[in-house]
């Protein structure tokens, strides 16, 4: 419905109130939500109170944040206090944080307006968003078709006009797969840049939390909110967080005038669907006319990623998972001993796919295989940065699509494990390197599907990922496409 700047000139001006524009919101989930299916809760005393609170100090003059105001989801394994987070399993159906995450924290703060929490993939696990243990939620584009994963409801809720903002978690790619088969903005952050803290853990190692957004401004405003060091959280960089919308130049020419982008090679050839190949050669003719010198690129480790992923992240999910027993906290299943209650627990709370990725994890991490398979897949993780890293030295930025393919159509993937872990091809390189990476709206498929272009950048330059994103978008129509209106 709304970008961040609409509301914001709506409250400063009088316009309308928090309250008024949150009641809108969630008078349209209410009524769009059999459709799509987007949220596991929906939150409105808690949206109309901070609305309200918006608006008494809108009232009384006080400065507020860009952000203040502006309605959002949040993806339900991020710990919300006192509000249930699930991660969209039964062995958390129940469960009530009794801490707040870094990042909602920084956002309650910044005044935003939570309507509620989205589904997802159990745990994280999954690329349609039809591992959840509750419902499967919907493409807004077309309602048969998948919202990606594992972040689908968040994509979903933005695609969907149901919120102009959400927070999601992208481990190896569960950001931009979904952004891009929503036809959003979804940007991953560089590891470390914004804090884990209350996320609910699947790979340690490669989990980041990231903005869904309309519009590459939005996306940017939202990182500002998010973004910066915290103490409670090992990996967090200590680093200068700029401002990143006020670095969005209204001179397009001049953000891709003589900048270098890079193709990636690998990315480009068999399996690519014709279109999203089409969607591509005009993404490069495109920024060639503004001035960009646009280069093949090779990064050969490309094509070991998939395998590299889930060697690394089902190891890192299997010790991460050990703590649901049922003895702290989540389902308990009853039992006539410790080691029963233990397995009848697990059995009766994880799905599927989580079961089948603690196990190969498992496996990965047993004594004679460790060598022979993860510290190998952890040496190749070491190359395929090197070669981002080789990349890098010779352009400023790199592209390639974000999926093969626009959305599946649900259920034609559920029995092919392999067939789904392709979905994200493009996006886990980047999860294995740590590096910034972003997709936006790129064309359109016959069947009025999206089709996302993936941008890279370097270490902690979301900034120039974010002025290219934003010289492409306002360069180009597809971001004037109308939003699907459900219900």
Wanted: contains cysteine; negative net charge.
């Amino acid at each position: 419905m709304y970008t961040i700047r609409q509301i914001q000139s709506w409250l400063h001006k009088k316009e309308r109130s928090a309250v008024e524009i949150a009641q809108e919101y969630l008078d349209y989930i209410h009524r769009s939500e059999p459709h799509l299916k987007s949220f596991i809760c929906v939150t409105p005393e808690v949206a109309l109170a901070q609305a309200e609170a918006v608006d008494r100090q809108l009232r009384e003059g006080k400065p507020m944040s860009p952000l203040a105001g502006v309605p959002i989801a949040i993806k339900d394994n991020l710990c919300t206090q006192g509000i249930t987070t699930t991660c969209a399993s039964r062995i958390l159906a129940n469960f009530v944080p009794p801490y707040e995450s870094t990042v909602t924290a920084r956002l309650q703060q910044a005044g935003t307006v939570m309507v509620g929490k989205t589904n997802l993939d159990e745990f994280a696990m999954g690329s349609s968003t039809e591992n959840s243990a509750f419902h499967r939620t919907a493409n807004p584009w077309k309602l048969a078709c998948v919202p990606g994963g594992s972040s689908g409801g968040s994509a979903a809720a933005v695609g969907g006009n149901q919120v102009p903002i959400a927070l999601g978690s992208d481990t190896g790619g569960s950001i931009r797969q979904p952004a891009a088969f929503c036809g959003v903005v979804g940007l991953k952050p560089t590891y470390g840049l914004v804090s884990r803290f209350g996320l609910i853990a699947f790979a340690s190692s490669l989990d980041q939390i990231g903005p869904f957004a309309r519009t590459v401004e939005d996306c940017a405003l939202l990182l500002q909110g998010i973004a910066g060091y915290d103490p409670k959280d090992s990996t967090s960089l200590q680093v200068e967080i700029p401002d990143y919308a006020s670095l969005l130049t209204p001179d397009l020419t001049q953000s891709l005038q003589g900048k270098k982008i890079g193709v990636i090679q690998e990315t480009m050839g068999a399996g690519l669907d014709p279109e999203v190949a089409a969607a591509m050669q005009g993404v490069i003719k495109h920024l060639e006319s503004m001035g960009a010198t646009v280069e093949e690129i090779s990064c050969p480790r490309f094509q070991y990623g998939i395998a590299t992923y889930y060697i690394i992240a089902p190891s890192e999910a299997s010790a991460n998972l050990a703590r649901y027993d049922g003895v702290k906290y989540g389902l308990r299943a009853e039992a006539k001993n410790l080691l029963e209650m233990y397995g009848k627990t697990r059995e009766e709370g994880f799905g599927a796919e989580v079961k089948r990725r603690i196990m190969i994890g498992t496996y990965v991490l047993s004594a004679g295989y460790y060598d022979a398979y993860y510290l190998k897949a952890q040496k190749v993780r070491t190359l395929i940065k090197q070669d981002f890293e080789r990349a890098f030295q010779q352009v400023d930025v790199l592209i390639c699509p974000t999926t093969p393919s626009p959305a599946f159509p649900a259920g034609s993937k559920t029995n092919d494990p392999l067939s789904m872990y392709l979905s994200d091809l493009m996006t886990i390189p980047v999860n294995l390197a740590g590096l910034p990476a972003l997709s936006l709206p790129c064309g359109f498929s016959q069947e009025g599907l999206p089709i996302g272009l993936q941008i890279i950048a370097n270490v902690l330059r979301e900034d120039l990922l974010l002025q290219v994103a934003y010289a492409y978008e306002q360069s180009t129509p597809w971001h004037k496409q109308p939003f699907p209106l459900l219900g």
